[in-house]
């Protein structure tokens, strides 16, 4: 890959050790991609964690000098203190988040702490070249923005911050963003729950590629394409699709295919989603917990909660997380939700991923959530997928079903 004078110096070692490794790592994706050279970003996210590579990646480059020099935001990793006044975090997991958030902060990231920063701290404008790893990220950026990124990892999205460049390959170019596979949406979608069951069956169908929605009649909300563009690239690798008129770079079918004959096509129909909702939702009975916000609940989603509460009681044995973004907590507290949620014996945590240590508690329970990318991650013995309004009533008496 070509290198200019400076980026020659720094992977030379002439700027220092961190910014070395940084662009080491990207030569070797450019290589691997054959990448002409690289090019200058905007801003990036990277899907940190409170996890052991995070920390060896991140302290790697903050020990060698190396800085951001593109805002750079984090995702979540958990709130210790939230955390520490419930339960014991065992001591080695705790000194692991700590060095993270540590490093993290050395190395001039926008501390976030959040998986949704393109709603919040962290928003992309039409055409911008940017790095953002985290499954709804990816796709919700280049798609529903217009934005330009590949599906990074967390580690080639903060080395990309730090160089402030990426290899230019794959969908930064525009040829590449093509739409790669028809799909016609047949079923009913009346809410962002639907979506998440759209994205759901049509990721763990395709794999990888990119799909042009047909059959979308009205605007999707936010928390609509959130869970869509979640579920697309857990259940399967999508990073980016297109719903012509009401995602930014095409504005009909032919235009997302830039002009080709889609090979395949896939129909969605009522009866797909009630099947693969039939296959979310397990078995009926006690539970010991819900947990909420996978992706980070906006502030519209923690109102609904609230709404949803107000004036009920969660049943004695039963834990009910919600998680959110800080910005969204600190206007969920200011509205009054946090209170509602918090007297009906609710939690609302910033800066949490349900993927995280500080769960192990839950490690042999049984739970319910409105997101299959919770369930997923397998933190908990079970954790049943069912719609917000059933968790709700399922966390009021203590059972599904
Ligand atoms: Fe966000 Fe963690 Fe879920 S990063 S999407 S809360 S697995």
């Not at 393109?118 to 790095?131: C, F, K, M, R, S």
């Not at 962002?192 to 069951?197: A, I, V, W």
């Amino acid at each position: 890959m070509y290198l200019t004078k400076e980026e020659e110096q720094i992977f030379n070692g002439e700027l220092g050790e961190g910014t070395q490794k940084a662009i080491e790592l990207l030569v070797a994706i450019g290589d691997a991609y054959d990448a002409e050279r690289l090019i200058p970003i905007t801003r990036a996210h990277a899907a940190s964690s409170g996890q052991e590579g995070d920390m060896y990646f991140v302290e790697l480059l903050a020990k060698g000098g190396a800085s951001c020099r593109v805002p750079t935001t984090t995702n979540p990793v958990y709130d210790m203190e939230y955390f520490h006044s419930i339960f014991e975090i065992p001591e080695k997991e705790a000194e692991v988040a700590r060095r993270v958030k540590e490093g993290y902060k050395q190395i001039g990231a926008i501390l976030s702490w959040c998986c949704t920063p393109y709603i919040t701290e962290n928003i992309p404008l039409y055409g911008e070249h940017v790095a953002f790893s985290e499954s709804s990220a990816t796709p919700y950026v280049n798609s529903v923005i217009g934005a330009r990124t590949n599906r990074e990892a967390a580690q080639s999205a903060l080395a990309a911050g730090v160089i402030g460049k990426t290899p230019k390959y794959e969908l930064h170019l525009k040829e590449n963003r093509k739409g790669t596979l028809l799909v016609k949406v047949e079923a009913t979608l009346k809410d962002e729950f639907d979506y998440t069951l759209l994205g759901q069956y049509v990721g763990k169908q395709i794999g990888y590629g990119i799909p042009v929605f047909t059959g979308i009649s009205a605007a999707p909300a936010t928390e609509e394409f959130i869970n869509l563009c979640a579920m697309l690239n857990t259940s399967g690798a999508v990073p980016m699709f297109h719903v012509p008129r009401f995602t930014v770079e095409a504005q009909t079918v032919e235009d997302a295919f830039q002009g080709d004959v889609p090979e395949d096509k896939i129909t969605v129909t009522d009866k797909e989603l009630k099947q693969i909702y039939e296959e979310l939702q397990g078995a009926s009975g006690k539970i010991d917990f819900v947990m909420l916000g996978c992706p980070h609940y906006t502030l519209k989603q923690v109102e609904e909660v609230a709404r949803l509460l107000r004036g009920k009681k969660i049943h004695d044995d039963v834990s009910f997380w919600v998680c959110t973004s800080a910005t969204a907590r600190f206007l969920a507290e200011r509205n009054g939700y946090v209170e509602v949620i918090e007297k009906a014996g609710g939690h609302v945590v910033p800066d949490t991923c349900i993927d995280e240590p500080c769960w192990h508690p839950y490690r042999h329970k049984i739970g319910v959530t409105d997101s299959p990318k919770c369930a997923y991650y397998r933190r908990f013995k079970e954790a049943v997928v069912i719609r917000l309004k059933n968790c709700v009533e399922a966390a009021i008496k203590g059972e599904w079903g």
